[in-house]
């Protein structure tokens, strides 16, 4: 059984950091799996944020993010991570991690309780 349980979220004042993480159990994580960051904005629907590839390492990013958030992973823990700098009110949302790519906003992909992010002065 697919398991993810998201990490990290706090309260954190426009333009600080935040460093989200997802554990990640019930699959081999490592074998060229893909995995994605996920979030949904109060009163929106889900918006796609980040996609890695974990065997290749190969990323991708939404427009409103590059340069802002690094996704990355770490194989041996089975765990994966999403590094958010220069943090905007707007980035404010429940983020999930989710076992699949862009398309988990529009079809079932597996995914964890999510973590609380609010951006906030």
């Known amino acids: 059984e697919v398991q993810l349980v998201e990490s990290g979220g706090e309260l954190v004042q426009p333009g600080g950091s935040l460093r989200l993480s997802c554990a990640a159990s019930?699959?081999?994580?490592?074998?060229?799996?893909?995995m994605s960051w996920v979030r949904q904005a109060p009163g929106k629907g889900l918006e796609w944020v980040s996609t890695?590839?974990?065997?290749?390492?190969?990323?991708y990013y939404a427009d409103s993010v590059k340069g802002r958030f690094t996704i990355s992973r770490d194989n041996a823990e089975n765990t994966l991570y999403l590094q958010l700098n220069s943090l905007k009110t707007e980035d404010t949302a429940m983020y999930y991690c989710?076992?699949?790519?862009?398309?988990?906003?529009?079809?079932?992909?597996?995914r964890g309780q999510g973590t609380q992010v609010t951006v906030s002065s």
């Open positions: 989710a076992k699949g790519g862009a398309d988990c906003i529009t079809v079932y992909c597996s």
């Open positions: 019930g699959f081999t994580f490592s074998r060229y799996v893909i």
């Open positions: 890695i590839n974990t065997g290749t390492g190969t990323t």
